[in-house]
């Protein structure tokens, strides 16, 4: 049964009729909210037929703000598919029209039309036989001053790309879909019409080219040739992912040539990657080229290179072109005392390091210094243990968070002293811990990305069939790093946590003490962070140390050397020598943790009602620590169940952590006991 048409139709036609014959009459902004609120599902498709051409035709002549109408026309647009709404106002000169109007919500109108053809290869067909069509939406793209039709239309062109792309014919693909639901792509097979109207046509093709430099860009301005460049390294990023090969070859040598490009050898890749953007005077434009490499990093990971030296394509490009080793030079020329500039692109040279030693490992630890026999990783370690220590000793707040970040993202194994040095309790320890930089990260006071970055070395390789993520750096590891060898890396973590340990034997009463002192928040939530990952470690269970633990000076190339267990062992004190757990669990119920984190966990939680002010923020600040805390003992409630029996009874703490875990996360009293410890300066 069809609903009845809204009460106002009648009132909404006629006026309408009115603007339309009267262009300069205001829009009754009332009566069209008053409408598209009588609109149901049922009622809204009878109406389209009529209702929708005069809306259109009112839109076309209108010398207003185009934006209620545009909302309503949007909203009568939104049962019909692509080939539906053609007929309506899909002509190639109303898109055109629509696509070069100045009123952004015009724009957003014509490509939410454009956008219904994602549904099927078929109808992406048909966009792609629209040629001037087609050119308009890139130009609009590339130099549109509103953000929000750019990112409209960039996503538009994307799922075009991936629904019409030839799966079975591009060598080049390994595409995961999985963050496309969103944008309701079909993955069949598609035709490559889309793919041969961005690439093969000179006008579209060239437009990449004219619109983005300086050279050809006529009365653009360099504010708006900046935003071109930029959209272009987003839309190059997107499509290497979908097909490395495609965006990298040449297509047109004379539209490429003219722009630097060696005819013939370089394409639409190269020309955004080295060409294009000439940032020795604007450091924000260097910090996107820089952005740009790390996405094209980790987005083409999946593609085969050409280069049997490299394991991607990505990759394979940026160390060919040398803007790997540029780009990660920015890193390693940078102190913490830096000013703002290089600073800043040391700072994006990090993360593109990070994403680098989290995607290649295995290229990583074979990688050298360029002229120099020296390992890649073993330069690395040494630039951040000299930061690390230039921060400690100026005092800077949490160090310098860059370092910290490679540090965590670095192979565990690769932390660990090489084994010709592990040979002499009297020399090995010494040696390999004042080379280490986890010889400067303390623990005590407000330093809460020391803390974040133990909790990260502590915890173990990842593992996609647990919950007990620790995140830090911000992005997880990306899929490639599975062939990383988890078990090597996780037994590599339990030995760092044993020297760490051993050389900082008061390390969990520092922990314990921060995360009580609930007035500096961030802090104590990153110590109860390291908590739960020590809890949640994921060390292997049945391997015993003299067999996972590589040697941080083997070569890649060369079978991995294992440190014996009496090497190791002899870099330990014998207080940790005699009790090496083989959990996360074992090590919190194994001393000096068991006298600190047990009674921490299962003691009243803490609030500001000494304080005065009431509840406010200090009492938000306190109940995130509480729950933190109660998610921690959570944890150890649970690996208490699975403790090995082998391991000890521990009848006295499981009934304690019960008893806490039954009481919730503020105790009998809701939240009103405890005291706020004071800052220790």
Not at 184 to 203: C, N, P, T, Y
Not at 229 to 237: A, G, K, N, W
Not at 525 to 541: E, M
Request: proline fraction near 7%.
């Amino acid at each position: 049964m069809v609903d009845r048409p809204p009460a106002s139709l009648r009132d909404l036609e006629q006026h309408l009729q009115h603007v339309g014959q009267n262009p300069q009459t205001k829009l009754d902004e009332r009566l069209l909210d008053k409408f598209e609120a009588q609109l149901t599902e049922p009622n809204l498709p009878p109406l389209i037929p009529s209702l929708l051409p005069l809306a259109l035709l009112t839109l076309r002549d209108l010398q207003q703000d185009p934006e209620p109408l545009a909302t309503l026309i949007l909203r009568l647009l939104a049962p019909l598919s692509f080939s539906e709404a053609l007929p309506f106002g899909g002509s190639s000169s109303a898109l055109i029209e629509a696509l070069t109007a100045e009123a952004p919500s015009v724009n957003l109108l014509a490509v939410s039309l454009l956008n219904k053809a994602i549904e099927s290869s078929g109808d992406v067909a048909i966009v792609a036989g629209m040629k001037d069509v087609v050119l308009h939406l890139v130009a609009t793209y590339l130099l549109t001053p509103d953000t929000g039709v750019s990112a409209k239309i960039g996503e538009t062109i994307d799922a075009y790309l991936q629904v019409d792309l030839q799966r079975g014919a591009s060598a080049s693909v390994d595409v995961d879909m999985s963050d496309t639901d969103d944008l309701k792509v079909r993955r069949s097979d598609g035709q490559g019409l889309m793919w041969r109207r961005v690439f093969e046509d000179r006008d579209v093709y060239g437009q990449f080219y004219q619109l983005t430099s300086p050279k050809t860009a006529g009365q653009l301005s360099k504010v708006q040739i900046s935003l071109a460049q930029s959209r272009l390294l987003e839309l190059v990023q997107s499509m290497a992912k979908l097909d490395f090969g495609t965006v990298a070859r040449s297509h047109y040598p004379d539209i490429e040539t003219p722009y630097g490009l060696k005819s013939g050898e370089e394409g639409l890749l190269d020309y955004a990657a080295v060409y294009m953007i000439d940032f020795k005077d604007d450091v924000l434009i260097h910090m996107t080229i820089i952005d740009f490499y790390t996405d094209l990093l980790k987005s083409a990971s999946g593609s085969p290179s050409l280069s049997s030296s490299h394991p991607s394509a990505s990759l394979d490009f940026l160390v060919s072109r040398g803007l790997h080793e540029r780009t990660i030079g920015y890193y390693l020329r940078s102190t913490p005392s830096d000013p703002l500039e290089p600073s800043l692109l040391a700072g994006r040279s990090a993360l593109y390091f990070s994403t680098y030693a989290e995607t290649y490992p295995q290229h990583l630890e074979a990688a050298k210094v360029p002229n120099s026999e020296q390992s890649l990783v073993s330069q690395i370690l040494s630039h951040i243990a000299a930061n690390l220590e230039l921060s400690h000793a100026k005092r800077w707040h949490d160090g310098p968070a860059h370092d910290l970040h490679i540090l965590a993202s670095l192979p565990r194994h690769s932390l660990l002293p090489p084994t010709q040095e592990s040979t002499s309790p009297s020399s090995g320890a010494r040696s390999f811990w004042e080379k280490s930089p986890l010889s400067v990260i303390d623990v005590q006071g407000s330093h809460q990305e020391y803390l974040k970055t133990l909790a990260v070395l502590f915890h173990g390789s990842p593992d996609s069939t647990s919950n007990d993520e620790i995140v830090f750096p911000a992005s997880a590891p990306p899929k490639s790093s599975k062939i990383h060898n988890n078990t090597i890396d996780s037994s590599a973590s339990r030995l760092l946590y044993l020297l760490y340990l051993d050389k900082n034997p008061n390390l969990f009463d520092k922990i314990v003490a921060t995360a009580e002192t609930i007035v500096l928040t961030e802090p104590a939530l990153a110590a109860i962070t390291l908590i739960a990952a020590i809890i949640t470690a994921r060390w292997p269970k049945d391997t015993t140390i003299n067999t996972v633990v590589p040697s941080s000076s083997a070569s890649n190339s060369d079978p991995i050397t294992l440190t014996s267990e009496s090497q190791l062992l002899a870099l330990l004190s014998p207080a940790i020598r005699t009790a090496i757990p083989s959990t996360g669990i074992e090590a919190i119920l194994t001393p000096p943790a068991l006298q600190t984190v047990i009674p921490y966990l299962c003691s009243q939680p803490q609030s500001f009602t000494n304080l005065v002010g009431g509840r406010g923020d200090a009492e938000s600040a306190a109940y995130r620590v509480a729950v933190a805390k109660f998610d921690a003992l959570q944890k150890l409630h649970r690996g208490l169940q699975d403790l090995e029996p082998a391991f000890g009874a521990f009848t006295d703490v499981k009934a304690a952590v019960r008893q806490a875990v039954a009481r919730g996360p503020w105790g009998h009293t809701g939240g009103a006991s405890g005291s706020v410890a004071t800052v220790q300066l």
